[in-house]
């Protein structure tokens, strides 16, 4: 029961690229096939909720300087039990960067990803939802103990930051987003 609603947001997901269905049905599989797959417990891997914070313009992000790992990432992180996704991605956005104006764009799932996570106790995956919120540029940010630093990148400047596929696949879907959000607001005048 504690795993339907995320199974029903997958369900809704929306496949925006050619490795989503792949990753989407391994999520699911996953989910299905691990009771406790919300438990940080869960040594093959877990699912984690991640928050892709852009501001008002949609032409920033905030990264974060991962300490464990020594890349620029999207904020996010563990559930460790609360099967609710979409506030383990609130919080860990909120704890991670000290802002309190993040608010949802949407509840529904912007991306999924898998990825590895070297070490500790042992290599494992995280299986990685994704939500897309906005936050005031302005806002002071707080350093956490688990980043090196934050900052808002331009996405005009993000691959001066980072490589990662799955961080500048965020980004493309941000401009489709962005798109979206304009022709639906001019749409809804």
């Not at 790992?69 to 860990?92: C, M, T, Y």
């Not at 070490?119 to 350093?143: C, M, S």
């Amino acid at each position: 029961m504690h795993r339907n609603p995320l199974q029903s947001l997958l369900a809704k997901y929306q496949i925006s690229c050619s490795d989503d269905e792949i990753v989407l049905h391994k999520i699911k599989e996953f989910i299905l096939k691990n009771n406790d797959c919300f438990e940080r417990s869960l040594f093959v891997g877990h699912v984690t909720g991640s928050a892709w914070i852009i501001d008002a313009t949609k032409s920033y992000t905030l990264l974060t300087h991962h300490k464990k790992l020594n890349k620029w990432l999207q904020l996010g992180g563990h559930a460790d039990g609360d099967p609710d996704i979409f506030s383990v991605a609130l919080r860990e956005a909120q704890e991670e960067s000290g802002l309190k104006s993040i608010v949802p764009l949407s509840k529904d799932i912007f991306d999924i990803d898998i990825h590895l996570i070297p070490g500790h106790p042992a290599d494992h995956y995280h299986y990685d939802v994704r939500f897309i919120f906005q936050a005031d540029r302005k806002e002071k940010l707080t350093i956490s103990h688990e980043s090196k630093d934050l900052a808002w990148i331009s996405l005009d400047k993000l691959e001066d930051f980072s490589t990662e596929p799955s961080v500048l696949r965020l980004s493309e879907k941000t401009k489709l987003f962005k798109n979206f959000s304009s022709s639906s607001s001019a749409h809804d005048t």
